[in-house]
Every structure is written in C-alpha cells, then in structure tokens.
C-alpha cells in the first residue's frame, strides 16, 4: 500500500524491511541453537533426578548425598545459565524491530519533508505511510515472537524425534499371527553373538541341545555370558552367526509375540511395576482368575507370604505399599512367569536370594509345570537337580553333561563344587564370588602349571 500511494517516499522501507528480514532469519537459527541446549540440559538435570530417586539407598549407605547434592547444584546452575542466555535473545528481538522501524520512520519523515518541497508527495500520504510502517514493525514483532516459539518448539520435537526415529531391530516389527503351541525343545548350532555388531563376541560357536521338559542349569563366572545366553533364548537379540531352533524349527519361523507368550522369562534385574500383588502378578496374563494367581505364588512358594499380608493379593506393592525383601520380590516375579504357564521357563538367576529349602520346593513345583526349565545359577546345589549343566567360561562351552559327568570332566566344575561344599554353601544362600576366586584360582594354576614346565 506504501508503494501505491507514493513510491518515491516507500523506497526506504526496501532498505529496512530486508534487513529485518535477515535479522529474523538469523534469530531462528541461533534461538533454535540456544534452545536445543536448554533441552539437553534439561535432560542432564532429570537424568540426575530419576538416578538419585532410584537409587536413593545407594546414595546414602555410600555417604554420597553431599556430592550428588552438588552435582544436582551444577546442572541446576548451568540449566539456569543456557536458559538465561537463551531468553536474552528473545527479549531483545523486539527492541531491534522498534529501533531498525523508527530508522526507517526518519528517514520517511526526511524523504517525505524533500518530497513535499518539490511537490512530488501530500502531508497525508507520508502520514499515511508512516502509518503502515508502523504496522509492518508490530506484524513483524508478533512474527519474531512466533519464530521464538517455533524454534523452542523445534528443539523439543529434534529431542521427541530421536527416540521415536531410532532403529527398531526388525524382528520386533513381527506382525505375523499363528497360535502353534511350542513343546520346549531347543537347540544352538554353532551360535555366536556379539552387542551392537562389535568385534568382541560375548558367545562364540555356542552348540548345545534341551529335551522338551527337561531342565538345565547354567554355570558360569560373570561376564561368561550366561545373561546373553538366555536373552537369545527369549529372542530379544538375534544371533550374529549360527542357528537356534525350538521344536526342530529356526526360531524365526515363530511369530515373534506368539513364541514370547509361550515363555516365562525372569530377567535378573528384579522389576514389578507398581499395583496391587494380584495386577503385579498378572502382568503377563491380564485375565487370570485369583485361584491361578494362588497356585503360581504356591508353586513360587509365595503364597503363604501373601495371605499372611492383611490385604492379601490387594496388597499395594511399589513406591508407596509394602516393602517386600528381596528374596520374596524374586518369588513374585517367578510366580508372574509362571502364571502364563510358559513352555520353556527361564530363570536369570532368579533364586540366589532363596534358601536351599525353599529353592528346592520350588525347582520340584516347576517340574509340575512341564515346561523345559533354563536356570542362571551359582549354586551347585542347583545344578545338582538338574538334568542337565552348561558351563560356560568366557563366551565358550568349558564342559556339559549331568552333574556326575562334570565332576567326573571338568576341573573346573570339580573346584567349583568342592569350594562350595567346604564352605558348607549348599545350605547357605550363596553368592558368585567364591566361584570367581575358584574360577581364576583354577586357571592362574594352569597358567602356572604351564609356565613351570
Ligand atoms: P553373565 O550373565 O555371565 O554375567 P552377560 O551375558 O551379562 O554375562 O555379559 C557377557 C558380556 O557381554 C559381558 O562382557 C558384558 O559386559 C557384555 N554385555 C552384556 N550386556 C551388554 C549390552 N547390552 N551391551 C554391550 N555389552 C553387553
């Protein structure tokens, strides 16, 4: 409208409206910068806060309060700092417009009063296209303002978008749909497998083979991959080379939710999601009736533990319910496994907390369940009622057979089970570190043994 009412005079809004431009560009890049900052901080910030809530024991049996108090201080401070500078650049947008628009309102004014003196321009029409400059200063204002926010705005969708881009492994995406009921039968040839494609193989040329129903414990120092072993098992990782199959069949012939629902897996981290023992027991098997949520807490020798509480299976567990120990969570998560009366039962270690008794009770009512039965254990107690032993040592099979034909085999296995016979463990809860001293004891005599000769 400037131009139509006298171009001579609007040829200055060609010099600031550019320039204005340019600015504004260049504000939605740097805030845009700035603001992703302020996100990645305030990453840090909540990280620090989740990590100190949930491990707020560790905290203090480790005196470490004053220390992650000051950590939660300084990126408290530097969240403060980015944020600050970051709203300097917004605040000062507006100032910038007013200051380069009222520029261009004097040299209006200048042009007009020359204009107006050689009879090329009317008071009314510089009056009128100081009008629109105006305007043009505050619509470019409330434009900076909403650049501002689409800048903030992009940072946190950048952040939103990195997790919801990053890769899925592609089995997972498994949309296939088949109800073929697995008996247990399962079988490695010649697996290997590596995290992450690294070059460093946790599991090398693994071959071993499971009877449906039969059960089989897993032995080994940490880091020997006995973890990984399972998670194989339960399919969460795919092997890099090599070949499992369930029934006789490759393990991806199985539709992926299909196979999992046949499985009872606990992992060795203890996690219940919070709720009442019977929703926390039922989280693999939403439709289960109390009478089976009794039977699986019985065979996870629970049960008498539940009904002994005053609200029984409505017992709120969780931050705010009952504090279980951590022997009886253990039981609750082998109950919510069994619950689903899985085919093939996989235990991660998932009975260190028990004692010799009441782990034997539990390995005789598993057997009851029929399923082909896979136990981390450290405790040769265990292995001993199993049908079957995998030792594994560093990624490799060491030794397999019954325990009778470990002890006769392997001199590993054989000082495995004497230092827990002379500490008198079978009776006792046990942890992994006797084996891990026998473990490198054995070998550091070999490589002595070695070495002298
Ligand atoms: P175990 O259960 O016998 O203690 P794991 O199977 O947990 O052993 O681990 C075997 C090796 O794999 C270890 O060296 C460990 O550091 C490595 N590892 C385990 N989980 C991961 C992971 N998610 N990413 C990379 N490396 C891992």
Partial sequence: MAFVINWRIAIVLL?????????LVWL???AGRLFRGVQKQLDVLNGIVH???????LVKAFVRRKFEGERFQRAAEQLRDRTTFAFRYVEVTMPVILLLMNIGIIGVLWLGNVNINTGNATTGEVVAIINYSTRTAMALGVFSMIIMNLSRAKASSDRIFEVLESKVDEFENDKRVDDKAIVGDIRMANVSFSYNSSPNQVLRNIDLSFEPKSSVAILGATGSGKTTLMQLIARLYEPDDGQIYIDQSSIDTYPLKNYREQIGYVPQAVTLLSGTIRDVVSFGHKHADDEQIAKALQAAQIYETVIGLPEGLDTLI??????LSGG?????????ALLRKPSILLLDDSTSALDATTEMNLLKAIEAYGCTTVIVTQKVSTTKAMDQVILLNN????SSGTHEDLLNRSAIYREIYESQHERGIPNEKSNESPILLRLEKVKSDARSKQASR
């Fill in 51 to 57: 990590e100190n809530l949930t491990a707020v024991r």
């Fill in 28 to 30: 939605f890049v740097r």
């Fill in 328 to 336: 009886q969570k253990q039981r609750l998560t082998i109950a919510r």
């Fill in 395 to 398: 990624g490799e099979i060491e």
């Fill in 318 to 323: 969780g931050q705010r319910g009952v504090n």
């Fill in 15 to 23: 010099v600031t409206v550019p320039i204005l431009f340019v600015f």
